[in-house]
């Protein structure tokens, strides 16, 4: 199964762009990578997905390096509303639907 | 759609009660899954279902627990009887089909006093 490693924390100032960091050196062809934040006392929240192209939506942008092996989730323009724990996510093709949460990153936007 | 919907919000029992928590997934949705967060363990799958099958059962803990589905709407996690390690926040999450990603309801705070 492949793992994932994110800072444990980070900081950032209102108004600047978020760039949330994520290795999974292990990751298989198959397997693409979801982000998810949870705001305190919500549920889980999808952001956003990819396998191989950088991606974006209305959140946010989802930079995938070329070997596949990290990616960079980027929120544009910080608000007081994303401080959260984002979750950076490998998903287990061969063990169905299974979404493994690991301790994820607590981003603290800053006023 | 009004999102999943998770029931009730809170729950504070006793040691040695039962207690069941439910769940409503997204209308259409074919798969559905139980969470459980805590803060020594994060947030850990327990169960998930495929149009009403349990599929994988290797996360619920241990022979207290137990979750059906006896239908596209509706599924519930019982544990009986109840102690104060399964104090937590369970969370219900379900997903158009297994690629899709998982939209998650606002989580039963469950005390075991």
């Known amino acids: 199964d492949a793992k994932t490693t994110q800072p444990t924390s980070m900081d950032c100032a209102e108004g600047r762009a978020a760039n949330l960091p994520c290795n999974h050196s292990?990751?298989?062809?198959?397997?693409?990578v979801y982000w998810y934040r949870q705001i305190h006392s919500q549920g889980p929240q999808y952001i956003i997905h990819g396998l191989k192209n950088n991606e974006t939506n209305e959140m946010a942008s989802l930079i995938i390096t070329e070997d596949r092996k990290s990616s960079t989730l980027i929120l544009p323009h910080a608000t007081l509303r994303d401080t959260a724990v984002y979750y950076c996510?490998?998903?287990?093709?061969?063990?169905?639907?299974?979404?493994?949460f690991g301790t994820g990153t607590s981003l603290t936007v800053i006023p | 759609d009004a999102g999943v919907i998770q029931s009730p919000r809170h729950e504070v029992t006793e040691m040695g009660q039962e207690v069941t928590l439910r769940c409503k997934p997204i209308?259409?949705?074919?798969?559905l899954f139980w969470y459980r967060q805590t803060m020594m363990r994060g947030l850990e799958l327990l169960i998930y279902?495929?149009?009403?099958?349990?599929?994988?059962d290797s996360g619920m803990p241990e022979d207290r627990f137990s979750a059906k589905m006896p239908n596209a709407s509706f599924s519930t996690l019982k544990i009986q009887p109840s102690e104060p390690r399964d104090s937590a926040v369970y969370f219900c999450a379900s997903s158009l089909n297994r690629n899709n990603e998982q939209f998650f309801g606002p989580g039963t705070r469950l005390t075991v006093l």
């Open positions: 292990t990751i298989s062809g198959n397997e693409y």
């Open positions: 279902f495929n149009n009403n099958v349990p599929i994988d």
């Open positions: 209308s259409g949705h074919d798969y």
């Open positions: 996510i490998v998903r287990v093709a061969r063990s169905g639907n299974q979404f493994y």
